[in-house]
Every structure is written in C-alpha cells, then in structure tokens.
C-alpha cells in the first residue's frame, strides 16, 4: 500500500486548497451553501426564542403575534431548505455529456480558534510556556482552514487526509476523556443545513471523512466518461468514496449529524456502488456494441446488473426516516435509472433473438447454455434448444421483451417528468427518448400488418457482471505526518493521559569520577540503578525520573546515546539537569538483569542498619559501566556507534565510568 509522507510544512498547494473566491461552478455551489446554512441557522434560533416565548407567556395577545411569528419562520425555513435541496441537486457543473451522477456537497463548518486552549493546556500539563507553540498553532489552524476548500483531485484528498491524521496526534497530546477542552466544532448537515456543536473531536474527524467521500464523488462525477482513462478514474472514485463512507459507519457509530447516521450512510454505500456499476457498463459499451448474439446476452445481464443496485438504491431512499431528507431529485434519478437501464437489458435480449437465427455452422450447445442462463424459468417452460431453433417462437419471445423495454423507457421518461430538477436536464431527456425511439422502431420492424397481437409476457433477465463494483480504502487516507507538537516530547511520554510532576532540577556532580547511576530506554531516557548515597539521589533524583534536559539543553527526543556525550563532559562542578516523575506509580519500575527493582527496594536494603553511612556499599554500576560489568546478566539497554577509533579507546569510552581526565 502506498503511503503518502507530508512534512511539518506542506507545500502551498497542498496547505492553502482552493481559493473559495475563486469563480467556479463547485466553489459557486459551496458559496450559496455556506450562506444558506447561516440563514438556515439564524432562522431556527428564531424559532427556538419563538417557542420558549409561547411556553412562557400566557398572554393571549403575545401568543398569537408569536404563532403568527412561528408560521413565517417555518415558511422561511422551508424555502430555505428546498433551495439546499437545490443545490445537492445541481449536476449540471459537473457533467453534461453522459447520464449525469450524483456527487455529494462538501459539509459546511465554522472556523476554530485553538489558541488560547492550546495555550493554556501547555501551560498547565506540560509545564512550558504555551507562547512558544504560537507558529505549531498557526499550522494546525491554516491546515483546517485549507481542508473547508480541498481541490477536487487527489491532492485535495491528501489535504484532508493529513488533517484527519493531525487530529489523532492532538488528539493524543491535548484531549482526554475526562476533560473538556472548551474547543467547540460547529459542522451543518450536508443534507438539511442543521448545525451540529460538540466539543468532540469524534464530530471534527467524521465530517473530515464525509467530505473526503464527498470529494471522490465529484471526482468521480467531474471524470471524462467519453474515453476508457476517464471512465476508469470515475469507477476508481466512487469506490473510494463507498469504501470512506463504510469506514465512516464502521468507526463512529454515534454520530450526531443525521447525513452520517448509519441508515444514511448504508444508502450512500450503495449509491456509490451504483454509480460506479454504471460507470463499469458504460466502459464495457465504450468502444462499441457488437450484434452478435452472445455480446447481446452479456450486455443485457449487465445492464440488468445496474439497473438492480439501481432499484435497491431508490428502495433504501423511500424508507423512513431517509426519505424525509433524501432530495426528491435523488431518489427519482435512481428510479428514472432503474426503468432505464433495465429496458436496456430487455432491448438486447430481443435484438439477440429477433436478428440472430442458429445456424448450422453456430455452436449450438453454447447457445442454449448462455440462453438458459438468461432467465429463472424459461418462457411457457420451453427448453432453451427449442427456443433457438424455432424461429417464431423466438420472434415471439424477442417482440415480448421488446414491449417491455418500450414500456420501462415510457415510465422513465414519465417519472423524469415528475421532477422539477430532471426536466432542466436536457441530456437525460434525450438519451430517455432516443432509446424510447430506437425500442418502437424495432418493435414496428419486426410487426407485419394484421398480425395477431400476442401479449405475452417477457420473463425477468438474471442480473449478472464480470466486474462488481466494490467498496474500496483508498491508499491516500493513510497519510503519515510530522507532529506539529513533536517539541512536547515523545508522544508515548509526553501526552494528555500521562501524568507527571513539574520539571525539577537537580544537581548532578562526579563523586569519584562517578555519577552513581544509569540510563535506560530512548527518548525520553530514564534513570535507573541509582545510587541511593550519590550526590545527584541526596539532591532529589529518584530511579524511574525522565531527563528531559541537561543544562540549557533540552533532551526530551534524544536517546541513551545522545545523552550520554552531553553528561561526559560534565567538570568538577557539576551540572544542572532537569527531570520530571511520572505520577503513576507503576512507571516507576526499572529492570535489571530482567528482575524489577525500585528505589524503595533499595531504601529496604537499610532498613537493619541504623547507621546506614558507616556501612560499606557496594555501588551500584554506574551510567556508563553498567553495561560491561552485567553484559552476562541482562541485555544493554543501548547499543552505540564505534566510530574511527581503536578498539581499545572505543571499549574504554562506552563502558567505563564517566571519569574527568
């Protein structure tokens, strides 16, 4: 799987997205829906003060100037709500040469300000000045500006992917369960233009992934669908957005936008899938229909194939509650698409049957058998072979399916009529009457005058597809990004669940050219084997503390090795090193020998003696040594570089005692 790498500065084009002034027909669209979502809100505060007066008053006089209130409100907010209908039912921007799809409208959001939360959480949790975090800040918030006007191509995808995948790094250092932040994420129904306020970042990174399928889908719809290349991004696109929309219910289960409920998003998953079935037909039929009997029967069960996920797509928009939010326009173009395609199917099966007779040179067994594969049961239970060979028995059954493709094309083009948004599309219109034209000029063709109206009814063609469109996870939602807040420290240490003390600053000094401990781990390093009678564990260091700097040098991302060249050259005064503690006290733990030991194990060992200094101890092995004298014991906890010396200088220097020569 390809991983796309985005670095902590991302290039222009990829961190400022489109410029939302810019004259376009989608940012055009985006314009009118950002603004008629601020009405629709400013209409239902309305609404809301309106109704909390009626429950207060009981003034007759006050409570019919507000009834009278609430009706022009309501009336407002319907008008409102059908020109956002409009809007998700404009596909005139993006197609006009095929039978238009259906792409979803980017979900709106107001702008957040992290600042001064972020600010003060650093502050408080990390013990730095949240001042000096002013340009990670600006980052982030420039980075969600970029993601409100993403390109419409894949760059745009990696836009909002990187963003999704910066949310689970903050998410990390600065939210926790049991504290709020005072962050709040304000994001309007794609569908009905209801705001939705959380403090959740759950609603931040589900409408990030809505938008990143809504973004396939107009992708997919803006694609050439004239030529194979086109076709292909089209098909690819629309998987991709099924397979965002299926993680999406997958992961967030409880989300409080009704455009991402599961029951929604189950429909979006299948319209998506349609759409990219029908794409598939289309590029099958590209370069041309052959007449010849088999490519006949095979492209009947294809278009059988959509019109059924067709079918199932307008079933799901009829349920309630989708139906109550679902466009009119929608639903009656999965409907329109149903009739359609399926007459498609029933006008090849007739063609293969009423212009193909079988010859003695054809291959019989293989016709009968693609034949019998065709229906569920056969037409007046004839068997397959006598259909074939017997001509007006085929010239029955193929003017059979003919009256029902003619019949399904007049009920689309019927139902096209019913809706106000289909009949502007002109497109739509003629390739409805162009079929319409071509299924009655057969039908007329192959009826003889006076001859003996037959009304049987053509049997249902078994949807059948070599490529079954399906729900696919697009390589670029798995983005990898620098933190923006790596300064903080390693996240594994330095996040918002962990807690430790504030940084303490102790002294350390050689004592026999010894410091009296060692260090473990990488980035943050820990103490550990701490001499209880050092210098450095009389001035506060205690087994299990975090170095996070020595002297004015910060350390928190370095490793044992790292640190070490920093505490070798510590003189005969010392240096000032800061650590912090965690609070939890099973971190405190350190191994040795793979047995755990703790500075209260070592404090035991003293507990007969009352004059603890006067005994002799055996010191500990110190930051450097520890690794040679227990080689045989337990594995080191780093491994360093050689370098260009001798052996015997690199064996001295990584092993024994910090010394001043």
Request: aromatic letters at 6%; charged letters at 25%; proline letters at 3%.
């Given at each position: 799987m390809q991983i796309f790498t985005v670095s902590l500065f991302l290039s222009l084009s990829l961190s400022q997205g489109c410029n939302p002034l810019a004259e376009t027909g989608r940012s055009k669209l985006q314009n009118q829906r950002a603004s008629l979502n601020q009405q629709i809100i400013k209409e239902m505060r309305m609404r809301a003060g309106a109704e909390n007066l009626l429950k207060a008053t009981s003034n007759n006089k006050v409570r019919d100037m507000v009834v009278l209130e609430l009706s022009y409100v309501n009336s407002n907010l319907q008008l409102l709500m059908e020109q956002l209908e409009g809007l998700n039912s404009s596909v005139e921007v993006y197609q006009n040469l095929n039978i238009p799809l259906i792409p979803l409208g980017l979900k709106e959001t107001k702008?957040?300000?992290?600042?001064?939360?972020?600010?003060?959480?650093?502050?408080?949790?990390?013990?730095?000045?949240?001042?000096?975090f002013q340009d990670e800040i600006d980052d982030l918030m420039d980075l969600r500006q970029a993601c409100r006007t993403p390109s419409r191509n894949e760059a745009g995808v990696q836009l909002l992917s990187s963003y999704v995948a910066h949310l689970s790094l903050v998410e990390s250092r600065f939210f926790t369960p049991n504290r709020q932040m005072g962050i709040f994420f304000t994001w309007y129904d794609s569908f009905t233009g209801v705001p939705v306020?959380?403090?959740?970042?759950?609603?931040?990174?589900?409408?990030?992934?809505?938008?990143?399928?809504?973004?396939?889908?107009?992708?997919?719809?803006?694609?050439?669908?004239?030529?194979?290349?086109?076709?292909?991004?089209?098909?690819?696109?629309?998987?991709?957005?099924?397979?965002?929309?299926?993680?999406?219910?997958?992961?967030?289960?409880?989300?409080?936008?009704?455009?991402?409920?599961?029951?929604?998003?189950?429909?979006?998953?299948?319209?998506?899938?349609?759409?990219?079935?029908?794409?598939?037909?289309?590029?099958?039929?590209?370069?041309g229909i052959r007449n010849e009997f088999f490519m006949l029967l095979r492209m009947a069960q294809e278009a059988a194939k959509v019109g059924e996920v067709y079918d199932q797509v307008y079933q799901s928009m009829i349920q309630t509650p989708i139906k109550d939010n679902v466009p009119f326009f929608w639903s009656t173009m999965a409907q329109v698409k149903t009739y359609h395609y399926c007459s498609l199917a029933h006008y090849f099966v007739s063609t293969a049957l009423l212009d193909h007779q079988l010859k003695p040179s054809d291959d019989e067994d293989k016709q009968e058998k693609a034949l019998s594969q065709l229906y569920d049961t056969m037409p007046d239970g004839r068997s397959p072979l006598d259909?074939?060979?017997?001509?007006?028995?085929?010239?029955?059954?193929?003017?059979?399916?003919?009256?029902?493709?003619?019949?399904?094309?007049?009920?689309?083009?019927?139902?096209?009529?019913?809706?106000?948004?289909?009949?502007?599309?002109?497109?739509l219109k003629d390739i409805l009457q162009a079929s319409l034209k071509r299924s009655l000029a057969k039908f007329e063709h192959n009826t003889t005058e006076g001859e003996f109206t037959d009304y049987m009814e053509a049997p249902d063609i078994i949807s059948k597809t070599e490529h079954r469109a399906e729900p696919e996870l697009p390589a670029a939602t798995k983005v990898k990004v620098k933190d923006f807040f790596h300064r903080l420290g390693p996240l594994s240490v330095f996040s918002a669940k962990q807690r430790w003390t504030a940084p303490r600053t102790v002294r350390l000094k050689m004592e026999d050219r010894d410091l009296g401990f060692t260090l473990?781990?990488?980035?943050?390093?820990?103490?550990?084997?701490?001499?209880?009678?050092?210098?450095?564990?009389?001035?506060?260091?205690?087994?299990?503390?975090?170095?996070?700097?020595?002297?004015?040098?910060?350390?928190?991302?370095?490793?044992?090795?790292?640190?070490?060249?920093?505490?070798?050259?510590?003189?005969?005064?010392?240096?000032?090193?800061?650590?912090?503690?965690?609070?939890?006290?099973?971190?405190?733990?350190?191994?040795?020998?793979?047995?755990?030991?703790?500075?209260?194990?070592?404090?035991?060992?003293?507990?007969?003696?009352?004059?603890?200094?006067?005994?002799?101890?055996?010191?500990?092995?110190?930051?450097?040594?520890?690794?040679l004298k227990n080689k045989h014991k337990s594995a080191s906890t780093q491994s360093l570089p050689t370098g260009d010396y001798t052996y015997d200088m690199v064996f001295l220097w990584l092993y024994l005692p910090i010394r001043i020569l």
């Open positions: 702008e957040v300000d992290f600042s001064v939360p972020f600010k003060d959480f650093i502050l408080e949790h990390y013990s730095e000045d949240g001042a000096n306020c959380q403090q959740n970042l759950s609603l931040e990174k589900a409408s990030l992934l809505f938008n990143t399928a809504a973004l396939y889908t107009q992708i997919g719809t803006r694609s050439d669908r004239q030529t194979f290349s086109g076709l292909e991004e089209a098909i690819a696109a629309f998987q991709k957005s099924a397979g965002v929309l299926h993680q999406l219910k997958e992961t967030f289960t409880h989300t409080p936008s009704y455009d991402m409920s599961p029951a929604m998003l189950s429909m979006l998953i299948k319209m998506m899938l349609a759409q990219a079935q029908e794409c598939l037909f289309e590029k099958i039929a590209l370069s259909i074939l060979r017997d001509k007006e028995e085929r010239r029955r059954i193929g003017k059979a399916h003919l009256r029902r493709a003619i019949m399904n094309q007049e009920e689309a083009l019927r139902i096209q009529g019913l809706c106000r948004h289909l009949r502007n599309i002109d497109i473990k781990g990488d980035a943050p390093v820990q103490i550990q084997s701490l001499d209880p009678l050092c210098y450095a564990a009389m001035e506060g260091l205690k087994e299990g503390d975090y170095l996070v700097a020595v002297g004015d040098t910060d350390c928190k991302c370095m490793g044992v090795s790292d640190v070490i060249k920093l505490l070798k050259d510590v003189d005969e005064e010392g240096v000032d090193i800061k650590v912090v503690s965690m609070m939890d006290s099973s971190s405190h733990a350190t191994y040795s020998g793979g047995l755990p030991k703790t500075y209260s194990m070592i404090c035991l060992a003293f507990d007969d003696d009352k004059n603890p200094k006067a005994r002799k101890v055996a010191k500990k092995p110190s930051l450097l040594s520890w690794g």
